[in-house]
């Protein structure tokens, strides 16, 4: 071998042990995110906290001085594309730390196998069948790398039909109050369906059959006439904001007089907007102590984070965002107890979940509410803050402008603190 080609196979060697360096120098994440898809009008607030987050936290440092690679991807909200970029995150000489993923169905299909290659996937679903580490509620299967921040779907509604029968009580209404669910035909908006039925007859509702609408915006009207025919009092939109819009101006033209219950994902600022006067007096659930800025010391942390995509400081942030920051801060913070204890690899992640209790991540103190996940329950909070929507005149021009006003208001109702029941774990 000549002195050209020994020098040659030292720099190849050279710089494959650099590339090998670099690479373990760094802490893989996959993120599925939806910014075109079904969900994307709530998706793409929430894909843009976790993003503009972790690129913060490489500003800061990354974690254990090492940058975090977040592979985002938007999967258009559809399951195949989900499982297709999961084999990619979970290849043996690819496999990442962990997931930031998004929607009920495609969490709900990839359980098993994150259960098997020991990957935690911190979902924007927050389906009470993942909250089941072991298995031993029969509802689903076990769930031990599964993790989201806030209620589950079925907790937050739950207490919303709590509210609701406090209300009627209120109002000294006779008889019983009627109660229907509404959503499409799809996981996500039936992850709590069976729980608030349910719950719904517990509390002396007459639960009347289910009204289904698409998942995308549409004319609504027949099912608005049929809710008003039904004499429904309370209804849960259990779908994403841009469908629950066009059902609201619907039965706001139809004359129907009722209570609408918003899914976690059924109302934000911009739902509020877009709605008018038709969403004035939703009641739903936030994630969030606050939302975008509000009095708490941890409101500076999610400004400067949210100056990673928006160097103005001057875009409004829906609720969504806050609660992704909040959701991103939980896994950054998991990543860093692995990364002391054995190594930021799946397994040692999802035990780093799992070592605090009633935790706030560092510097978003008065944001995020406590949570607390145990290796054999992770529903991270029983807390649910409900808010109401008041809009007092025109919701026409920017975003900012409005909520600044006053216009569009989150005005708090009440906070109700379920209780930990162990037969209600995993539904």
């Known amino acids: 071998m000549t002195m050209k080609s020994l020098l ?13 360096a670099g690479a373990q120098a760094q ?15 709530v998706g793409t607030p929430f894909g843009q906290a ?14 254990g001085g090492k940058q975090v690679n977040l592979d985002t991807n938007d999967y258009g909200y559809q399951v195949p594309r989900a499982i297709a970029l ?12 962990a997931i930031m993923g998004w929607g009920t169905a495609d969490t709900e299909a990839l359980t098993g196998f994150l259960a098997q290659d020991k990957i935690p996937d911190m979902s924007g679903s927050y389906a009470a ?11 689903a299967k076990p769930a031990p790398y ?3 921040y806030g209620p589950s779907y079925s907790d937050a509604l739950r207490a919303m039909l709590m509210w609701a029968a406090e209300d009627w009580k209120a109002k000294g209404k006779p008889g019983k109050p009627k109660f229907v669910h509404m959503g499409a035909n799809h996981p996500y908006p039936n992850a709590p369906k069976a729980a608030g039925e349910a719950m719904a007859q517990e509390l002396g509702f007459e639960v009347l059959p289910p009204l289904v609408f698409a998942l995308t915006p549409g004319d609504y009207s027949a099912q608005c006439l049929s809710l008003k025919s039904s004499g429904a009092n309370y209804a849960y939109l259990g779908n994403t904001a841009a469908s629950n819009i066009s059902v609201m101006k619907a039965c706001k033209t139809a004359g129907v007089d009722i209570q609408f219950l918003g899914n976690v994902w059924g109302m934000d600022e911009n739902a509020a907007k877009t709605a008018g006067d038709a969403a004035n007096g939703v009641i739903f659930p936030l994630r969030t102590a606050v939302s975008w800025g509000g009095d708490a010391p941890g409101m500076k942390t999610v400004m400067e984070i949210s100056k990673m995509s928006d160097a103005t400081g001057k875009v409004y942030r829906p609720v969504h965002y806050v609660a992704a920051v909040c959701s991103a801060m939980y896994m950054k913070e998991a990543i860093d107890w692995a990364a002391k204890n054995g190594g930021a690899i799946g397994e040692n992640v999802a035990k780093g979940f799992h070592q605090k209790k009633d935790w706030v991540p560092a510097g978003m103190e008065g944001v995020c509410n406590a949570s607390t996940w145990t290796d054999k329950d992770h529903r991270g909070t029983l807390k649910v803050d409900l808010y109401r929507t008041k809009i007092s005149g025109a919701t026409d021009g920017d975003l900012n402008d409005v909520m600044a006003k006053g216009t569009i208001k989150l005005e708090k109702v009440k906070t109700v603190e379920l209780p930990r029941k162990p037969e209600l774990l995993g539904w």
Not at 29 to 40: N, Q
Not at 86 to 97: F, G, I, L, R
Request: charged content about 15%.
């Open 8 to 20: 040659s196979t030292a720099s190849l060697a050279i710089a494959i042990a650099a590339f090998s």
């Open 27 to 41: 802490i893989a994440i996959g993120h599925l995110a939806d910014y075109s898809g079904g969900t994307s009008d």
């Open 50 to 63: 976790v993003a503009d987050t972790f690129a913060w936290v490489n500003k800061n440092g990354g974690i």
């Open 86 to 97: 999961y084999k990619k995150w979970s290849a043996p000489d690819n496999k990442v730390a």
């Open 129 to 139: 069948a993942l909250t089941d580490p072991e298995g031993v509620s029969g509802k």
């Open 146 to 148: 599964n993790f989201f």
